[in-house]
């Protein structure tokens, strides 16, 4: 596994989500719910949008294309017409820095 820095916490509200770009990854959602933060991938399963442009609603997040839902700290798509889980990562917070595990 590999440790890749993101941002300081601090830029990150409750509630929020922000994409973040990965040099030679696809990009990735990243969510402050409640001062615990989650990474998914940040494009929808059902289609070609960013879940970043998306809305936070209590642990789901909204995709801005067709309403679809997923559930932030597991992936899981939890409303039609989305139905395959996102790609989760853990995140890890260093010194109020966020960080994502991937794979090597």
Known sequence: ???????PI???????????ELDGRPDVAVYN??????????????????????DVEGDEIICP?????FDIRTGEASMAPCAVALK??????DND???IEVED
């Open 1 to 7: 596994m590999v440790l890749i820095e993101l941002f």
């Open 10 to 20: 601090a830029e990150l509200g409750p509630d929020e989500v922000r994409q973040v």
């Open 33 to 54: 719910l409640d001062g615990e933060f989650f990474a998914t991938e940040d494009v929808c399963t059902h289609g070609e949008a960013s879940l970043a442009e998306g």
């Open 65 to 69: 294309f067709h309403l679809g839902r």
């Open 88 to 93: 989760t990562y853990p995140v890890r917070i």
């Open 97 to 99: 820095v966020a960080f």
